[in-house]
């Protein structure tokens, strides 16, 4: 009668790496306030004291998966932000973070959920905020260009990277049309409402005052 092996103990590098991947499932599914060290360590087949003497605990396993995250996403925004064109730009955006979503969605639903209160990780908030600094830089050029005011090329960033994130989250859920159609429209809004954009505009209703900052 053959014996069983007996299965081979994990290296300490492996057993992490288990760790990570089974808490990001559990992020992405339930969020950070959803989610126990108990569960984390159940799944994994280990006590918690294992799980608390890789991390230190909840918050510093979140850490690390959001970091991982974070880092990938940001790898493909920056990769995709070569073009000096604001058009090409916004396109480029728009289609990498649809990109990012479509290969790796519980990464992104563990982005763009509320950090947990105190945490020094970087968010999606920040990811954002990156990518809009990059757009901001050729927004004041175009304005200048265009004689408009190029103090305001920082809100209009915001804006168009703001549009382009929260489309995504939508898409992150329906998944249709398919992300080619979404850039596509996303970059025909924003894109043909800059090129007809007034230089002291005012809202419909509120008499002559411009919007200035």
């Known amino acids: 009668m053959a014996t069983k ?3 081979s103990r994990m290296t300490g590098a492996e057993r992490r790496e288990q760790l990570i991947e089974v808490a990001r499932s559990l992020f992405a599914e339930r969020g950070f306030d959803g989610t126990a060290v108990e569960e984390v360590a159940a799944r994994a087949g280990v006590s918690k ?3 608390y003497e890789h991390f230190g605990g909840k918050e510093g396993l979140y850490a ?15 990769g995709s932000l070569t073009s000096v064109h604001s058009h090409e730009l916004l396109a480029d955006s728009a289609v990498a973070l649809l990109d990012f979503i479509e290969s790796n969605p519980d990464g992104f639903r563990i982005l763009v959920r509320d950090s947990p209160v105190g945490a020094s990780t970087s968010t999606f908030k920040s990811i954002i ?17 265009k004689e408009l005011d190029p103090k305001v090329a920082p809100m209009y960033a915001q ?6 994130a929260m489309v995504g ?22 894109w043909n409402g800059l090129s007809g954009m007034e230089r002291s505009p005012v809202l419909p209703g509120s008499g002559d005052a411009p919007a200035t900052p």
Do not use: C, Y
Request: no cysteine; aromatic share 4%.
């Open 129 to 145: 905020g990156d990518v809009a600094s990059r757009v901001e830089g050729i927004l004041v050029q175009k304005f200048t260009e």
């Open 49 to 51: 004291p294992v799980v």
């Open 169 to 190: 989250q939508w898409w992150l859920d329906t998944r249709r049309p398919a992300k080619e159609i979404v850039a596509a429209h996303l970059v025909n809004l924003a």
């Open 64 to 78: 690390v998966v959001v970091d991982r995250e974070v880092t990938q996403l940001l790898t493909m925004m920056r």
């Open 5 to 7: 092996k007996p299965r």
């Open 159 to 164: 804006m168009l990277v703001g549009m382009v």
